[in-house]
């Protein structure tokens, strides 16, 4: 199903963006302003860290990955120029922090019995509470999130600090709202908050980063990669500190549950709920804005498919008994009411210490995020196409089995 507005009456680009993007049209195609060429790519990387070029084989071939990625890219995302100059340097930084990995792990052979012990998972749809619940889980003292830069840049080339590695990733969060404004009020991005495992795994050329940037229908991820590279960075970036369980988050872990939990069958994973009236459009919307972002197609080809058949799986499977016993749910409703007991009745659902000092840090944090910092996120279903009364009725064996509050 497509959506009943075109892309380009959703959104006005800036300038800017269209001044830089009629560079590649001036020049015969973006293609001859920003080379993709992964061979190319590979040297510059090898060539930029001093001729490191050990890439690591902890997540199987890469190598074959990024050809197979770059070939999609080229064949159907169509992507303008400042769309190919964003993904070419995602593509080079990702082969950097390979190379610099690799050495890390190679100088301290530690990293590789390093046991990620119990994680707390969070996902869901968009819009249900995934990102305020990160980063109030990410106040627990004896827990700890990736932060942005240090998935981007966990270890230095020529020993540069965390300061100097937080600005080198401004490139990869705040600009995104640069780009396309609308972006801020959809998903806040910096360097020192939390990060999605989508920007975790990227350097793998195997996961949800690259299936949210580009319409590349013909591409299979590799999830299997994805969290073999998910656990040897989390693993290299847990070496000689203290014992703290990790908390991640993506919505993707609803599509490959079994992979998380075959990783780390210790996991917790949090599912958070909220009305599909709410969560579909938004996701729906935020696919639209970071594919705008890249690319001035026209049609969200995935309009139709969005996380709710998903859902309705994964409630078929709990029903059944199939998924491990380490599932506890979250519902925006009490989420909203009172961040701190919601996040005590998911500890004590988990078995896990809730203390005084994260309840207070929890309650400090919230009085001090702004509410509507960058504007709302608008949204309907029927801009993208979906049928209220049909769609309600669809995600029935979801709503009745979780008991989720309608807000429609």
């Known amino acids: ?55 690591g084989d902890f997540d199987g071939d890469w190598r074959d990955r990024l050809g197979s990625l770059i070939e999609q890219i080229e064949s159907t995302a169509q992507m303008h120029a400042l769309g190919r100059l964003m993904t070419r340097q995602e593509i080079l930084r990702g082969l950097r922090t390979r190379l610099l990995l690799t050495r890390a792990r190679a100088e301290n052979p ?107 229908p013909n591409w299979d991820p590799d999830f299997e990669s994805t969290m073999l590279y998910h656990r040897t960075l989390l693993q290299s970036l847990q070496y000689g500190g203290a014992a703290r369980n990790w ?64 859902m309705i799986v994964l409630a078929q499977r709990r029903e059944a008994g199939e998924l491990p016993d380490r599932i506890v749910d979250s519902h925006f409703s009490d989420l909203m009411a009172d961040p701190a007991a919601a996040v005590e009745a998911l500890y004590d659902k988990m078995g896990r210490t809730f203390l005084p000092e994260h309840a207070d840090a929890i309650r400090a944090y919230i009085a001090a995020k702004p509410k509507g910092k960058f504007g709302k996120h608008k949204y309907t279903l029927e801009e993208w196409g979906l049928d209220r009364a049909a769609f309600r009725e669809k995600m029935l064996p979801y709503t009745d089995y979780y008991g989720v509050q309608l807000e429609d």
């Open 1 to 55: 199903m497509s959506s009943i507005k075109k892309l380009s009456e959703h959104y006005t680009r800036p300038d800017w963006v269209r001044r830089l993007n009629l560079m590649g049209d001036s020049v015969g195609g973006a293609h001859r302003l920003v080379p993709l060429g992964a061979d190319a790519m590979v040297q510059a990387a090898i060539d930029s860290t001093g001729g490191l070029d050990d890439f």
């Open 110 to 216: 530690g990293m590789a019995d390093e046991v990620v012990e119990a994680p707390m998972v969070i996902t869901g749809p968009p819009r249900s509470g995934t990102s305020i619940l990160f980063e109030l889980l990410a106040l627990d003292p004896n827990a700890r999130a990736p932060l942005a830069w240090e998935v981007m840049h966990p270890f230095p080339f020529q020993g540069e600090g965390a300061e100097q590695r937080r600005t080198m990733g401004e490139c990869e969060q705040e600009f995104w709202a640069d780009v396309q404004p609308e972006f801020a009020a959809i998903h806040e991005l910096r360097t020192d908050l939390p990060v999605e495992c989508v920007t975790l795994t990227l350097p793998s050329f195997s996961g949800g980063h690259w299936l949210m940037i580009g319409n590349i």
């Open 247 to 310: 908390v991640v988050k993506t919505p993707l872990y609803l599509v490959f549950i079994d992979m998380l939990f075959a990783t780390y069958p210790d996991a917790w994973v949090i599912h958070t709920h909220r009305d599909p009236l709410k969560t579909e459009p938004s996701s729906l919307s935020t696919l639209a804005t970071v594919r705008w972002e890249r690319s001035d197609q026209d049609e969200l080809p995935e309009a139709a498919t969005g996380l709710g058949d998903m």
